[in-house]
């Protein structure tokens, strides 16, 4: 009997022997609900021990060594459990494939396999004070002294910087270049001298971002990654892994988390028969669905090889689209429960956490507008938005606390 090819292009048999290791792997150490960093960090390095973590990346630097059709059966089966290793998000989703695809074989050597096994964490620190949406106007700045870079300023809504101990950080290296194009990476240990991490106090209730100032903090020379002045490039490319990665969670298979947590939450209020919040759900269904099949179509472009495009854009805005109308429906199903619940209450106070967080997703990875632009821009084919700041050397722009 001849052996087909299935979806993933991988053999029959080989996809079927795959795919049984990862569910015995899951049914032996998903960490189960709510999992702490602690769980997430064994769940890792188990992961990692069984060859499953990392798989793309080649197992000299610790990976699985296999590709991103096994990658693809190893997200469909560990998004049937709850979130395994979900506060890894910006460490695997983001870091590891820019290390993996840009840094140095010493780089890769030194960080890719603890930062594969869980054994250290990794932070992404573009943002500044003034310099968000347009991050390519930062004013952090990286000088050389001797084998050391030397860096100050100011870093901002840097998630999870406090429990990391690296971080991909980009920088001003050439001031009298225009902004775009003075601009490097850099690795940071978050935890040597000259790094203070201050967290930042969120609506509802939780603490996960942070300011990072950098006070003289000093790295070696060869943290640099990739090419000097070339971080802007680097820095699109982060962010498009990123908007994979935010656009694209859970993908795998099509998934309505959402849909079923509502779903849930009209029956425990009585307003399950309504037929106005049966149309309603039945709306973030579909919409889930086709959030899963943009993630899916995105993830196999992936697997073909490309590096991610401006498609992630768009699962990004379509999973900011749904978190809005989940707020809606929200504070619907929770009438005059939305404002005041009894504290003991436990479901009543997850419904109030994922209206308060539902917030973040139209500004975390992007917001709404830029990724409107970068649609309209690189794949609509629009005319770009005007620019004032073409041509002039970051050092005479008017940015940040920069009046020059
Ligand atoms: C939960 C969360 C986690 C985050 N984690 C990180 C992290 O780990 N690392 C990190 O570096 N950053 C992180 N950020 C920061 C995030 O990337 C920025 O907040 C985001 O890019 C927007 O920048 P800003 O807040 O400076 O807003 P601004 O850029 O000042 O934007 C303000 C408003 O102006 C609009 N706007 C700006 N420019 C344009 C334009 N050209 N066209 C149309 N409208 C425009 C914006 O859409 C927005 O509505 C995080 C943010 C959140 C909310």
Request: net charge negative; hydrophobic share 40%.
């Amino acid at each position: 009997m001849t052996d087909t090819a299935t979806d993933t292009g991988l053999a029959e048999a080989e996809a079927a022997e795959f795919r049984q290791k990862c569910v015995d792997f899951m049914e032996q150490f998903a960490p189960g609900q709510n999992p702490t960093l602690d769980d997430q960090k064994a769940f890792l390095a188990a992961a990692a021990e069984a060859g499953l973590a990392g798989l793309p990346v080649p197992a000299e630097y610790g990976g699985g060594g296999k590709t991103l059709a096994h990658e693809k059966i190893w997200r469909e089966v560990k998004g049937n459990y709850p979130f395994p290793d979900s506060e890894f998000i910006i460490s695997h989703g983001m870091c590891m494939p820019m290390l993996a695809e840009y840094g140095t074989h010493e780089q890769k050597e030194r960080f890719l396999a603890d930062n594969i096994s869980g054994k250290t964490m990794w932070c992404q620190m573009f943002s500044e004070p003034g310099a968000g949406s347009d991050v390519a106007s930062l004013q952090t700045k990286a000088e050389l002294d001797g084998d050391e870079w030397v860096i100050n300023g100011q870093k901002v809504w840097t998630t999870l910087a406090h429990k990391s101990d690296y971080g991909l950080c980009v920088a001003r290296t050439d001031p009298d270049q225009v902004k775009h194009a003075g601009i490097s990476m850099f690795i940071m240990d978050m935890r040597g001298p000259g790094v203070e991490i201050r967290p930042i106090h969120q609506i509802d209730g939780g603490s996960h971002f942070n300011e990072v100032f950098f006070t003289d903090a000093r790295i070696p020379k060869d943290w640099l990654v990739g090419d000097l002045n070339n971080g802007w490039n680097l820095a699109t490319a982060m962010l498009m892994y990123e908007r994979v990665a935010i656009g694209g969670a859970g993908a795998g298979k099509i998934n309505q988390p959402n849909f079923k947590m509502l779903r849930k939450a009209a029956e425990s209020t009585g307003q399950i028969d309504n037929p106005v919040v049966r149309d309603q759900l039945m709306q973030i269904w579909s919409m889930e669905t086709c959030k899963s099949l943009v993630a899916m179509k995105t993830r196999d472009e992936l697997k073909a090889g490309k590096t991610p495009g401006p498609g992630g854009s768009l699962g990004k805005l379509f999973g900011s689209n749904i978190a809005w109308k989940v707020r809606t429906m929200a504070l619907e199903f929770a009438g005059p429960g939305s404002v005041a619940w009894d504290p003991d209450d436990e479901s009543a106070a997850e419904l109030q956490r994922i209206v308060l967080n539902s917030f973040q997703s139209s500004i975390a990875g992007g917001t709404d507008e830029i990724q409107r632009n970068i649609i309209g821009d690189r794949v609509l084919g629009l005319p770009r938005e005007p620019s004032v700041d073409r041509g002039v050397p970051f050092r005479d722009l008017k940015v940040g606390t920069q009046s020059s």
